[in-house]
């Protein structure tokens, strides 16, 4: 828990707190109770793949990959990918699977 500590301080600040085995990292907001996550899953229960715009920091994308069913979020942002790239690292280490690319489009 140490390193994923030092690994989001390293790349504050962050707006959403990301949830990693039961415990919240990075911002004030909390992603877990996201509303607009359990409504995009009604209006498309057995999707396997999703293209996410505006993923932010990523926190919505690791939430949306850990639905059942899922198999792949694209999630994409126009900003500076080093929060997500974090979070993607942090998550690794937590045992997660996951990849980034940042790169211009």
């Known amino acids: 828990?140490?390193?994923l500590t030092a690994?989001?301080?390293k790349l504050a600040p962050w707006i959403y707190q990301i949830r990693i085995n039961g415990v919240d990292y990075?911002?004030?907001?909390?992603?877990a109770g996201d509303v607009r996550i359990e409504q995009f899953f009604r209006f498309a229960p057995n999707v396997r793949t999703i293209l996410e715009l505006g993923a932010l920091e990523g926190a919505q994308s690791f939430r949306l990959a850990d639905h059942p069913g899922v198999e792949r979020v694209l999630?994409?942002?126009?900003?500076?990918?080093?929060?997500?790239?974090g979070a993607i690292r942090a998550r690794k280490v937590a045992g997660a699977e996951g990849g980034v690319r940042a790169g211009e489009l």
Do not use: S
Request: aromatic share 4%.
């Open 26 to 31: 990075g911002g004030t907001i909390g992603a």
């Open 1 to 3: 828990m140490e390193d």
């Open 7 to 9: 690994e989001f301080a």
């Open 75 to 85: 999630a994409l942002e126009g900003r500076e990918a080093k929060p997500a790239q």
